[in-house]
């Protein structure tokens, strides 16, 4: 069955960085994109950013510029490279793929940015 693992929030102070994965099994991970949410208390869920199969990427303007969402096929596993993180960047970030039109989503990982 199709299963995605969230890992790598934490704790981190203003202007750090951050590397969050998404480790995927169940599905041919290549052929598929891979998309990062996040829910910050009391908001709606939130795209954060997004690559397809190909490699192209699509990110929310209040990452651009900061985050990166590289992913390596070999390892079934898509990241978000986030810098520069910022209170507000404070969320439970989720991971989701699209297999035959139904959302496949991890369990989340909480990251808290504050000093």
């Known amino acids: 069955q199709v299963q995605l693992v969230e890992s790598g929030g934490g704790l981190v102070q203003p202007g750090w960085s951050l590397r969050l994965s998404c480790a995927a099994s169940g599905y041919i991970f290549s052929t598929r994109g891979m998309t990062w949410y996040r829910q910050a208390p009391g908001k709606e869920r939130e795209l954060v950013a997004s690559?397809?199969?190909?490699?192209?990427?699509y990110y929310a303007v209040s990452v651009r510029g900061r985050f990166t969402i590289p992913r390596d096929n070999a390892k079934n596993t898509v990241y978000l490279q986030m810098t520069s993180l910022k209170p507000e960047d404070t969320a439970v970030y989720y991971c989701k793929v699209i297999i035959d039109s139904r959302d496949y989503w991890g369990q989340g990982t909480q990251v808290t940015v504050s000093s």
């Open positions: 690559i397809d199969s190909a490699g192209f990427t």
